[in-house]
């Protein structure tokens, strides 16, 4: 596994300790930025894929386009990687979800929805930006498809060579 970095949950959580400790106490205070509905809105962004997240205090209902989570994300591991800021910061569960997600696929989706989840949690509690930063929750993933060049048959791939 060269370049890439798998993290457990417990590694996740440590992280999210070791962020929360203060470093310099002259940082300016954030202000939550609520509407008044008292929710907290937030986009998310992967590959193609744009998700526009509300999140208010509720009991862990997620709907995705209308729909329960469940019914939208059918395997397992798009709704484990949704749930994982909330696992984090020790907020499963606390909190409704509503969101509309278009473009790209779902692994696409699931990722957007996850930046974008992370995103209202700073906008609705400040002091979790520390925390969700450490995650790596905050990053939008910059990787999008190469487009495709001329005189190839793919963005790297040449057309097959013919000797004869």
């Known amino acids: 596994m060269s370049g890439t970095q798998t993290r457990t949950l417990a590694d996740l959580k440590d992280l999210a300790v070791a962020a929360a400790l203060p470093t310099t106490p002259e940082q300016?205070?954030?202000e939550p930025k609520r509407d008044a509905f008292g929710r907290s809105y937030a986009t998310g962004r992967r590959k193609n894929a744009i998700a526009r997240?509300?999140?208010?205090?509720?009991?862990?209902?997620?709907?995705?386009?209308?729909?329960?989570?469940?019914?939208?994300?059918a395997r397992p591991v798009?709704?484990?990687?949704?749930?994982?800021?909330?696992?984090?910061?020790?907020r499963?569960?606390?909190?409704d979800v509503y969101c509309t997600v278009s473009g790209?696929?779902?692994?696409?989706?699931?990722?957007?929805?996850?930046?974008g989840i992370s995103r209202a949690l700073t906008h609705y509690e400040p002091e979790l930006r520390t925390i969700l930063k450490a995650a790596g929750f905050l990053t939008r993933d910059?990787?999008?498809?190469?487009?495709?060049?001329?005189?190839?048959?793919?963005?790297?791939?040449?057309?097959?060579?013919s000797k004869r």
């Open 28 to 30: 300016p205070k954030r």
């Open 53 to 73: 997240v509300w999140i208010k205090p509720g009991k862990g209902e997620i709907n995705v386009n209308g729909k329960r989570v469940g019914q939208y994300f």
């Open 78 to 90: 798009l709704r484990m990687l949704i749930t994982q800021p909330f696992l984090v910061v020790d």
């Open 92 to 95: 499963y569960n606390q909190f």
């Open 104 to 115: 790209g696929g779902l692994s696409g989706q699931a990722g957007a929805l996850r930046h």
């Open 142 to 161: 910059p990787r999008v498809v190469e487009r495709k060049k001329y005189g190839r048959a793919k963005a790297r791939r040449s057309f097959q060579f």
